[in-house]
């Protein structure tokens, strides 16, 4: 069983960033994939970015591309999104989760259906 525990959520400007973290805990993270993934109200969720188990290869949404970037720390079992260029439409809860089965060779999935466990979200709101 893995806990997720987001943090880091806020609200922020148009223009601003942000630095969104997740720690997991209850058992060894090396060689699972680790994604992040978000919901706005009335949408589904969707993909962010995804990110290896030792970081050789990290996978992104278009929409953010460029402005967010992810990476993990597998001494501390955490990874981070960093965000940057925060737009409105980046407006969402932001889950962190697990690929549900290890994967130690190209490059991280972006299906949510690959991901078994889930953060409880932290909400991220940018003004205009």
């Known amino acids: 069983q893995v806990q997720l525990v987001e943090s880091g959520g806020g609200l922020v400007q148009a223009g601003g960033s942000l630095r969104l973290s997740c720690a997991a805990s209850?058992?060894?993270?090396?060689?699972?994939?680790m994604g992040w993934f978000r919901q706005a109200p009335g949408n589904e969720r969707e993909f962010v970015a995804a990110?290896?188990?030792?970081?050789?290869?990290?996978v992104y949404a278009v929409p953010v591309k460029s402005r967010f970037t992810i990476s993990r720390d597998n001494t501390r079992n955490t990874v981070s999104l960093q965000m940057n260029s925060l737009k409105p439409e980046d407006t969402a809860v932001y889950y962190c989760?697990?690929?549900?089965?290890?994967?130690?060779?190209?490059?991280?999935?972006?299906?949510?259906?690959?991901?078994?466990?889930w953060g409880q979200g932290t909400q991220v709101t940018v003004s205009s």
């Open positions: 990110i290896t188990w030792n970081g050789g290869s990290s």
């Open positions: 989760a697990v690929e549900r089965a290890p994967r130690f060779w190209g490059t991280p999935t972006s299906r949510s259906e690959d991901y078994d466990y």
């Open positions: 209850g058992r060894t993270l090396i060689g699972y994939s």
